[in-house]
């Protein structure tokens, strides 16, 4: 099992940068693909991206897709969330969760932190 605990989130104007954090305390964090997700008010979460445990791959939705980039430092075991070009449809609290790479299921999840962009 892992816990989870993200970071950096703030308020923002559009066209701005952040940096999200998510520190992981538990065994083999390599043995787990790590995904960022995010929730308006009012909405449904939705996928952001997820990288793979070796870092190697990653995926993107298509609406940050080009403006966002995952990684991840597995000896710190930490995973990241560069988000660039910020605009104000990004705004809403942003997960960070795991999943067994061999799995389909995200099983855990952070607190969240609270991303708002303002235009």
């Known amino acids: 099992q892992v816990q989870l605990v993200e970071s950096g989130g703030g308020l923002v104007q559009t066209g701005d940068s952040l940096r999200l954090s998510c520190a992981a305390s538990?065994?083999?964090?390599?043995?787990?693909?790590m995904g960022w997700f995010r929730q308006a008010p009012g909405k449904e979460r939705e996928f952001v991206a997820h990288?793979?445990?070796?870092?190697?791959?990653?995926d993107y939705a298509d609406s940050v897709k080009g403006r966002f980039t995952i990684s991840r430092d597995n000896a710190k075991t930490t995973v990241y969330l560069d988000m660039n070009s910020l605009k104000p449809e990004d705004t809403g609290v942003y997960y960070c969760?795991?999943?067994?790479?061999?799995?389909?299921?995200?099983?855990?999840w952070g607190q969240g932190t609270q991303v708002t962009v303002s235009s």
């Open positions: 969760a795991a999943r067994v790479i061999w799995t389909q299921t995200w099983v855990y």
């Open positions: 538990g065994r083999a964090f390599a043995s787990y693909t």
């Open positions: 990288i793979n445990g070796g870092g190697s791959t990653t």
